[in-house]
């Protein structure tokens, strides 16, 4: 466990752990709740699709492309809950292949319409 306050940052690091330089790190979906299971109760989200939810959220510079480090404020939500557990999902890429998902960013999903 790691233990923070409320209103204080939390910073995270996520390593790629490979032999192959080439390889890249992206941020696609980063949540806090208060179980380890992937439920939707009591979520908070940080990250979703790569597309920033939480205003805190910041990424920092990595001189190393398969290392990725970034920030967040720990929210008033957790004040209720004694643990919260955050689940990540990291896409990994080949560096400086565009047409990836690492390249792509913020991918902000339309809702379908429903049809009578």
Do not use: M
């Not at 560096?95 to 990836?100: N, P, V």
Request: glycine letters at 4%; a positive charge.
């Amino acid at each position: 466990p790691y233990y923070v306050r409320i209103n204080e940052d939390l910073f995270l690091e996520a390593s790629l752990h490979s032999s192959d330089p080439w390889l890249k790190l992206f941020l696609h979906t980063c949540v806090a709740s208060p179980t380890g299971h992937n439920s939707t109760t009591g979520v908070h989200t940080i990250v979703e699709d790569g597309c920033v939810k939480d205003p805190t959220y910041a990424e920092f510079y990595s001189p190393r492309r398969h290392t990725l480090r970034f920030k967040f404020n720990a929210f008033q939500s957790i004040r209720s809950n004694p643990a919260v557990y955050l689940q990540c999902e990291l896409v990994v890429c080949r560096a400086f292949d565009y047409s990836s998902r690492c390249y792509q960013g913020c991918v902000n999903r339309s809702k379908r319409e429903a049809s009578s």
